[in-house]
């Protein structure tokens, strides 16, 4: 086997922080190689790197032996080197064909439609993938979606495929299927580049695994080298994982009663159908389904954004549905939103300022119209410490953090208020271990102290530590129960599918 | 080789000051060719500039009569900004803001002169504010741009002034010219050094240190600023969005309607046609180059009014024509625009190579 690529002494900085420091390694053809690492080990910078997008500030690329310089994501992708991304790039109005054509260079502009369409169809049979070629991209899944990803970078001839987090929009099965194709890849000689987070899943299809850890690469380890404590190890090196005990919640007190509640989206359907949930104090309840079940659908009624068009939510035998009471219930659970940037925090504020987003009319924070700026600093030096927020100099914009850093900063505010409920969306996507082992501490200690918990996550593993519950969802509607004790992650797979069964909990 | 541009994390001190000032030189520099085209010798002229707006008592108190309107427009504009709301629409509000102060001014009957000026800024205010509030209140309830709304309503304005002064309120002692009768002097504000330099100056630098209090001290600064940052982490956070851009660009209205009260009860103390000839605009270049601070704002207001006065000279002079001014001003705003490019941005040289 050849080196496919390789990479060597690479070095990127950026004013203040060095992002990669001397990282090499080789990829060889026909060869999956997963790159392990924490967020902010510098995962992202060296995509971006090899995508043309940063140029690096010294070291060497280079393809099948020849050093090259990628100024451009063209020239990069000129070169056999593909990327699907996490967020997809396809325009969802248009059909499957249309996308990927979109993406192909030389498409003559006559072009021979039905040719373009049989060689496409011939790598869509090739792998036994299910795609209808006429269909508008919105109308399929996510899973379909990133086959229509990789077929883009199949039509060009990629020879190395980079996959980020290509499993975190996926269930279970439809990832089993991807690791097939990605194995069939494989034998066909092309080489990928996997980024992952999942334990399982790189011990399930890595042939290589290179550690990255604070912009260095600390290790490359073949196959049968490895193991899950070893990369891990690995991976977070000398830092200390946090130490913290789930404890069983049994109280039966219903603190919220979600009934038939049903929410519809901007497109007029329904994101919440007929949805049944009773949240029990103190309790953990995790909520599994693949993304866009309306999970977020729900999040987004429990914290007023959006409004239900149907149904009851039920706190202290009270309905808080459409009543005033709502507002000042809702302005008491805590969220932890999806998206950290978009929505979790005003960029250009400082960390000072994010910290009391959510109670800078208290007393606390205020004197008559004017603000403290003496408690807001002092408030600020507390949470900092407390919850070890690593912060630039005072004042600097929030948005310079980490995503780690800012999740801290978010989970800080809104668990300040000693709030009775939170709602946590996908509290830990693209954080470090560390990070997340940390939220996971902060959730588990809350629950210790009464706090009620929705937990919304995509991965089975942190769902089946966290919850004393969880709950299913399917197209917007409750599949079931289950006991994560007893059940298996194919129990809870197949529900997450759509299928009826699964016992009460 | 292949030179490519690349967004600077943090923009260096020395850049951030250099580059304004660099900026401008270039402006002066191009703008000299047009000068030498027009057989003016480009240092006389900028000299000239100099002396006629800042040389003497008369020069620099006309500079000031001509930033003082520049600043409450100014502001009002830069206070819409921090909550990313664009509000075109000075010039009309400013409008607005006279004609009510006028209409005060001519048929209250109002003798005290405190009690008259209350009445007039109270009306300016609030007309200038409800102006604005329309586009306001139509983004708020259906997200209808604000841009075109405020733009729009500044013909209506326009033609409403135009409407008064050219029948209803005309003087009739005016032999016919678009005017209304002249103010009592209870409707006028006090004028200082024998000059035309009014009280309206001092109300606006007062005006821009309370909106300076308001952006940076208070609790509705605050949350004007999370709005402006993010919308959607404002509304999650349980502020009321909608509310606040009603609120915003009311209190962006009502500010520029006071440029329109100054402006009648200090300079021209009775109701034109044309009494702003463009402040309006020119304050949402200000608060732009402002960076949307509220003491940036009276800083390149007075840089403006030194243009305004100075580029006047320059037409008396040398025979220039207006559109000479405009054209020099053009340079330099261009310039200064530009130079923000360079402070965000670096170029870099990078090698590039044949690629299969």
Known sequence: ?505 | MKLITERREISSPLIRFAAPIISIAIALFIAGFLLLANGVSPLEAYREILVESLGSMYGLSETLVKTTPLIFAGLGVSLAFRMQIWNIGAEGQIYIGAMAASGVALFSGIGNHWLMMIAMFGAAFLCGGLWAGVAGFLRARWSVNEVIVTLLMNYIAILWVDYLVYGPWKDPQGFNFPLTAQFTDAARLSEYFDTRLHSGFFLAIFCALLLYLFMERTIWGYEIKVIGSNPKAAQYAGMRTGLAIFFVLFLSGAIAGIAGFSEVAGLQHRLQHGISPGYGYTAIIIAWLAKRSAIGVVIVSFLMGILLVGGDSLQLLWQLPVAFVYAFQGLILFFLLASDFFILNRFKLVRSERHA
């Open chain 1, 1 to 505: 086997m050849s080196d496919l690529l390789q990479i060597e002494n690479i070095r990127k900085t950026f004013p203040g922080v060095i992002a990669l420091d001397d990282v090499s390694f080789t990829v060889t053809s026909g060869e999956i190689h997963t790159l392990l690492g924490e967020n902010g080990a510098g995962k992202s910078t060296l995509m971006n790197v090899l995508t043309g997008l940063y140029h690096p500030d010294s070291g060497e690329i280079r393809v099948n032996g020849q050093k090259v310089n990628f100024t451009s994501p063209r020239v990069s992708l000129a070169y056999g080197i593909g990327m699907v991304h996490q967020h997809f790039m396809l325009v969802p109005a248009h059909s499957v064909f249309e996308n990927i054509l979109l993406a192909l260079d030389n498409v003559p502009n006559l072009f021979n439609r039905r040719q373009y369409k049989a060689e496409i169809q011939l790598l869509i049979d090739k792998f036994g993938l299910d795609l209808d070629l006429e269909a508008p991209v919105w109308t399929l899944s996510i899973g379909a979606q990133q086959w229509i990803e990789l077929i883009k970078l199949l039509m060009r001839d990629c020879r190395l495929l980079i996959l980020d987090e290509p499993t975190a929009v996926l269930t279970p099965q439809e990832a089993d299927r991807l690791f097939g194709v990605l194995q069939q890849l494989k034998e066909q000689g092309k080489s990928i580049i996997f980024i992952s987070h999942k334990m399982r899943e790189v011990m399930q299809i890595s042939d290589r695994v290179t550690i990255l850890k604070k912009g260095h690469s600390v290790a490359s380890l073949e196959r049968g080298n490895f193991d899950e404590s070893k990369l891990a190890s690995l991976m977070i090196g000398d830092d200390q994982t946090l130490e913290w005990q789930k404890n069983l919640q049994m109280s039966e007190e219903i603190v919220l009663d979600i009934q038939q509640l049903s929410v519809r989206n901007d497109r007029g359907l329904a994101d919440l159908d007929n949805f049944d949930l009773k949240l029990k104090k103190g309790e953990i309840l995790g909520i599994a389904g693949v993304a866009g079940n309306g999970q977020k659908a729900l999040a987004e009624v429990l914290t007023g954004l959006k409004t239900a068009t149907h149904g009851r939510i039920m706190a202290r035998g009270e309905d808080i549905t459409s009543s005033n009471a709502k507002n000042s219930y809702i302005a008491g659970i805590a969220h932890i939103p999806e998206d950290r940037k978009t929505i979790g925090i005003a960029p250009d504020m400082s960390v000072d300022e994010n910290l009391i987003m959510k109670s800078f009319k208290n007393n606390a924070f205020s004197r008559w119209i004017f603000q403290d700026k003496k408690a807001i600093r002092r408030n600020a030096s507390e949470k900092i410490a407390q919850f070890a927020i690593k912060t630039g100099p005072d004042g600097s914009p929030v948005r310079y953090l980490s995503g780690g850093n800012i999740q801290k900063v978010i989970i800080a505010r809104e668990l300040s208020e000693k709030p009775a409920v939170l709602v946590a969306l996908y509290p830990t996507r693209g954080l470090d271990i560390g990070s997340a082992e940390y939220v996971h501490k902060v959730i588990a200690d809350g629950a210790d102290r009464g706090m009620s918990t929705i937990l919304i996550a995509e991965d089975l593993d942190e769902l089946l530590k966290m919850s004393d519950r969880i709950a299913v969802m399917f197209r917007g509607k409750l599949v079931g129960y289950v006991d994560p004790r007893k059940a298996t992650r194919e129990e809870i797979g197949l529900m997450m599918s759509g299928e009826q069964q699964g016992g009460a909990a």
